[in-house]
């Protein structure tokens, strides 16, 4: 149990482990398999419960890590650095470096230096499996860390592998060809290519070493008069049409919200609060909204054709880093409401973690058939109750760690993401599973998450946002306001006029059913529904594909916020305010995303050749696997999100179509 306790937390770094043979350093199973999907839960306890084995990693894409194996005894070679914070001394004496993935380095076994890759279909031992000697396997890492947070910040390896790669030993050239992919065709273009590929992610000094180590391998190869004038003509190449930290910035941090958002009650509160928090006012604005969408229940609703629309949010705070006061800003709104509303209190809880668990949260009462009997024969069957469930159904969700719940959609088999659907949508939620007799009805969840930017971009996958599970949720950038070293006077506020006019709205809330436009409203709602059920393409367009209803919840809280049953002009510019705040840090975070994965892998491929790739160049790239309509499609994200463009190249007949990376829109 131990083990399988140690696995849990290597699968919650997002990693794909699989059992070791006792006494060997192989996988217990047919790891093939397990290369594109990662093992069960069921296959977890079937492993590690019983069984007496060693657990290893499968590296590669599939655990987000490539692993450098560095055996320091081999050929009498002396130790050679390994630059990253995350190490697994093994128990023969060798090093093992784990690095954020990269695509494309290739899995080799060195020869002139004791170095072996561990990158797509690699699988290396990990901690605490013995080796065959009968030594264990030991993490290396600054212990005043946590292991989860060294190894979500990876570094590159690159670099590392570079300065590695380069080395010599025993006086003989390291066969680089091993780790580089070399592209077919004549020996100039492909030294031209390889050495403008080199230089936009190296210094000029790395790049011409490894550029002369690569001629090396040709027979005969370049004189190094001729390299060094094609070398040159690369770095020429390159400087002239580099990218500036302006031109890769092609959306900038959201502006400030508008002050229409603050409007009435709502904005009463943020700024009450503000001079005496360090939060962003975006943060207690949305953390106000979505408490009191909460606290009123499902009864108050808004109906668009057969689906009803309740107050029910889900808001995710994005933040650039740790410190950017996400969680500060919450404790302010959970008093004040509680307040208001003391069993409230009660729904509010933390850990969304598994589909089961969100259910039993807000289950009904669970009964079970059981037989009558008189004298020992069975007459009949009564229903006995055997859980009362839950009676109050609110469940707000304040999830700190947001990232934990994302990397959990990643399992197979979870049924979290289709469960928080239904949450969003119906309220009414019941997990398949056949041991399983919980189910919800009548459920009125809403959700509040914080998340740092680079955790957002790690572990939301393009299929969660595509399915839906995405744009059911805002998304708001909130970072520090201020600095305050000795807090604020929060203690000389009066908020007794402000907790009454509070708990007015929520009782009107409370007594109202359904909430309609005002006739006033229904012009401007018109006017403004075009613009926002337009979709728009890419992982952006994905993740605002419910830009309709999320602002309609919106205007309904600003309008029962101001006891009132239809929204009224007011209430709809205020709740646009708040959508154009969240579209706005949506492009931000993913400016860089195409929500395509095709796409994606064009778009690396295409950073690799400055010169730009033809359409044949793609295809070759793809192996001939993908058809001209898939690349055509891609092609066609990537030039409407203003990430590629196409070019006329002249030749000695017919110009040739050339797609190349598209700098600030130019």
């Known amino acids: 149990m131990i083990l399988l306790e140690q696995v849990y937390e290597y699968t919650n770094l997002g990693w794909a482990v699989l059992p070791v043979v006792k006494g060997e350093k192989r996988p217990a199973v047919n790891w093939k398999e397990y290369q594109k999907r990662r093992p069960t839960q069921e296959e977890y306890r079937k492993w590690f419960e019983e069984k007496d084995v060693g657990v290893g990693l499968v590296s590669g894409e599939i655990s987000g890590v490539t692993v450098i194996d560095l055996d320091s005894y081999k050929n009498g070679a002396p130790q050679i650095k390994l630059n990253t914070p995350l190490k697994v001394k093994t128990g023969g004496g060798g090093l093992h470096g784990y690095f954020k993935y990269q695509k494309g380095i290739r899995n080799a076994v060195g020869s002139e230096i004791p170095i072996d890759v561990r990158n797509e279909g690699g699988f ?159 943060a207690l604005l949305v953390g106000f909204l979505t408490a009191f969408g909460s606290v009123v229940g499902d009864k108050p609703h808004f109906k668009v054709e057969a689906d009803l629309h309740p107050m029910r949010l889900f808001c995710v705070l994005v933040g650039e880093t740790s410190k950017a006061r996400k969680g500060t800003s919450w404790a302010y709104i959970r008093n004040l409401f509680s307040t208001v509303d003391e069993d409230w209190k009660q729904a509010i809880q933390s850990g969304l973690s598994s589909g089961e668990g969100l259910i039993w949260a807000v289950r009904d009462e669970i009964t079970k058939s059981q037989p009558v009997k008189d004298k020992g024969r069975i007459v009949g069957y009564e229903e006995v109750v055997i859980d009362q469930g839950i009676s109050d159904k609110r469940l707000l969700i304040v999830e700190s760690e947001f990232a934990s719940t994302l990397r959990v959609l990643g399992r197979e088999g979870n049924t979290l993401s289709a469960l928080v659907r239904n949450a969003w949508d119906t309220g009414s939620l019941q997990s398949l599973t056949k041991n399983n007799q919980a189910r919800a009805t009548g459920a009125h969840i809403s959700i509040i998450g914080h998340i740092t930017k680079d955790e957002l971009l790690r572990y939301l996958t393009s299929t969660e946002a595509a399915n839906g599970f995405g744009n059911r949720f805002l998304w708001f950038c909130v970072k520090r306001s201020k600095s305050l070293p000795f807090g604020g006077n929060i203690q000389e506020v009066d908020f007794a006029p402000l907790v009454k006019r509070l708990g007015e709205a929520v009782a009107f809330a409370r007594q109202t059913d359904e909430i309609k436009w005002s006739e006033e409203t229904k012009p401007l709602w018109a006017e403004i529904y075009s613009d926002l059920s337009e979709g728009k393409i890419g992982l952006t367009g994905a993740l605002t594909a419910r830009a309709e209803a999320n602002v309609t919840r919106l205007a309904c809280i600003y309008a029962l916020l101001d006891k009132s049953s239809v929204i009224k002009p007011e209430h709809l510019l205020a709740a646009i305010a708040v959508w154009d705040y969240a579209e706005s840090s949506v492009a931000f975070v993913f400016q860089f995303m195409t929500g395509d994965p095709l796409a994606n892998d064009i778009l690396e491929a295409l950073e690799q050749e400055p010169e730009g790739m033809t359409r044949t160049d793609i295809s070759n790239h793809f192996g001939r696997n993908k058809s001209s309509e898939q690349i055509s499609a891609a092609l066609e994200i990537l030039q409407g999100l203003g990430r590629v463009k196409k070019e006329a190249v002249p030749t000695a007949g017919r110009s040739r179509e050339v797609w190349v990376l598209q700098s600030n829109g130019t």
């Open 124 to 282: 290396v031992v990990l901690p605490p499996t013995i080796h065959p000697n009968g030594k264990p396997y030991e993490w290396e890492y600054d212990q005043k860390y946590p292991l989860s947070y060294i190894a979500r910040n990876l570094p590159a390896l690159d670099e590392s592998l570079l300065e590695n790669f380069i080395k010599k030993s025993n006086s003989k050239p390291l066969d680089i060809t091993k780790f580089v992919n070399i592209e077919e065709g004549s020996r100039n273009d492909s030294l031209h290519r390889l050495s403008c590929s080199l230089l936009t992610k190296y210094s000029k000094e790395q790049a011409w070493q490894v550029t002369k180590a690569i001629n090396e391998t040709y027979k005969p190869p370049l004189d190094e008069r001729e390299l060094q004038s094609l070398f040159s003509s690369a770095a020429n190449f390159i400087e002239t049409n580099r990218k500036t930290e302006s031109d890769t910035i092609m959306v900038s941090w959201p502006e400030p919200l508008a002050d229409r958002a603050y409007y009435g009650l709502t904005g009463e509160v943020v700024k009450a609060i503000e001079p005496h928090s360090e939060a962003d006012p975006v």
